[in-house]
């Protein structure tokens, strides 16, 4: 098959879930399929990575996004009720730009990855379409607002729910096929609404060759979170453990180590730093440090579709504790393959508890592995995703 993808950003490098997802299904499917790519960037410096990935494509175009220019359609698009993720990479020259590069050619497939894609829906009348929408942003903001303790922040995220809880919805409808990473997702956006019979659970895997423990760390009496933290969700997340849990671990174990890693940590983040509170900012590797920690954690309270730092621990064989929202998207089992805590006191005794049981630790390490090796491979979710378009294919040309 042609196929023709629209991507936010340039698939690489791997440190997004996006950008990661587009990568590894141009990867797989230039092994049958000729790819071509229309994907954004926003500094000349992300150029250096187009080798990483242009291999896999047949052509591709690359439009340069002016944040000042975004901004501004943002702000515009606002005093018309369109959502933020919907004006900052759209407008009508950037659509005639598109339009004028893909008119004399032919595609089998059109995939958009993400809502922000979503609006070139509508220039494929006679091809088949298929929105990758990943999660529902409007759970995630909904979250955010309700979590968000700034007022003026908190009423931003309010009007992004508001504005684009029917938007993803109609986007929804008007392509062939929809991907959503889980049934919470799902349920979220056909809320009140006539449900979609358009639209396709599909999660997306963790590399498990990568994210394998190699025994060459010695063990450190260490737990870790890992992630974007500029990321508000994963700021609040951070937070929320400094605040209401890690002090009662503290009492019980005085010489434990908290390592938080991950790239452009705020200074509300860094000021926590301490002798028993590590702050990394970005590493290259984030393998060394899950490999000396014990536990892993994932205190999210705000989030959408499946969490990576979850299944990448579990994939590195650490035992994770982590709340129910952030396992929603993964559906791993409580006490089994993994510890599901809410309460601030449950989590921070599910923790205590973890560190004095090492054989308690050794068997949920061993099962969070075991599930990742049969549930959560890339290798899995590829074939389903690479079936699943060709059937569409199949049928659109009966």
Known sequence: MKILFFAPRLPFPLSQADRMTVFYYLRHLSKKHEITLITFYEEDAELEYLNEFCPYLYDYKLIKLKKYQAYFRVLMGLLFLKPMQQSYYNNKSMKNDVMNWVQNKEFDIVYMHTIRMSDYIDMFRNTPKVLGLQISMGLNYKRMFEYHTNLRIKVMYGLEYLLIRNFEYERARAADMVFLISNKDIKFIEQHKIPLNNVIPLPHGVDHRYFKKSYNEPKEKAIIFTGKLEYPPNEDAVLY????????????????????????????????????????????????????????????????????????????????????????????????????????????????????????????????????EREYTWEYFLDRFEVHIENLHSQSSQ
């Open 241 to 372: 453990f400094l605040n209401y849990i890690f002090p009662l671990i503290l009492k019980e174990h005085s010489d434990i180590i908290f390592y938080c890693i991950g790239k452009e940590p705020s200074k509300n983040i860094l000021k926590y730093q301490s002798k028993n509170i590590v702050v990394t900012g970005f590493v290259d590797d984030l393998r060394p440090y899950l490999e000396r920690s014990l536990i892993s954690i994932n205190p999210m309270r705000i989030c959408a579709g499946l969490q990576n730092k979850v299944i990448e621990a579990m994939a590195m064989s650490l035992p994770v504790v982590c709340t129910s929202v952030a396992n929603e998207g993964i559906n791993a089992v409580d006490k089994r393959d993994l510890i599901l805590k809410d309460d601030p006191r449950e989590f921070a005794d599910a923790i205590c508890d973890l560190l004095s049981n090492e054989n308690k630790r050794t068997q949920i390490a061993a099962n969070a592995r075991s599930f990742i």
